[in-house]
């Protein structure tokens, strides 16, 4: 198991050595990185804004649920449910259903191009396949995650105003006192220091799985899925190692 271990951590510390060297073509380049970047943008935002709604309502639902101390203001809950989501839910939740949407398709998409013969065809052209291929999604993934988490943030507080309001829990003005009591900036960048580290896991782990596939088809499925597990079970590590240096 330790072998193991070191094996496939040499092996991705020797990909992401390979990604840097001078671009062959830069516009190519830069055509792929935009495409990587609405695939995972734009092709994410519809799960992100489906969650971050639900994420915000169902805590401020919650937080009312179990602060029921009439000596308590209710516009802490609204303080509560901006720590949580800008904390922990809109970084960290959003990550975990990004590895498997964003991470699934870049390790099957390598994983075919592998596969099909596709990556040796472009090495025997003599382009470089791990800077070609690997380093605009990794670049574009830690470029566009952080966007939606901040996205994932925003709307998770407004999906937890809205609740409030409808539920007849606090009202708008509450929510909105609540919301600036005690806010702190630094948690906002903790959570955008949370963010470009997933979002570095998250694609590099799954390149590393998708452009390391041996045999048919079978294994693809074989590398998405263990391309996912090991890049939430990474993620949730790094929630905690970053959470007890930066706080």
Known sequence: MEFKFFYHFGNFLLMLKGMFSRPENMKMYWKQF?????????????????????????????????????IIPRSTIAQVVRDTIILEFAPTLTSIVLAGVVGSKIASELGNMRISEQIDALEIMGINTKGYLIAPKILAAVLMIPVLVAIAGFLGIWGGKEAGELSGVLSGQEFMQGLRQEFKAYNVFFAMAKSYTFGFIIASVSAYYGYNVTGGALEIGKASTTAVVVSCVLVLFMDYALTAILL
């Open 34 to 70: 935009m495409q990587q970047c609405v695939d995972i943008g734009v092709g994410s935002f519809g799960i992100v804004f489906i969650i971050s709604l639900f994420m915000g309502g169902v805590t401020t639902l919650q937080t009312a649920y179990q602060l029921v101390s009439p």
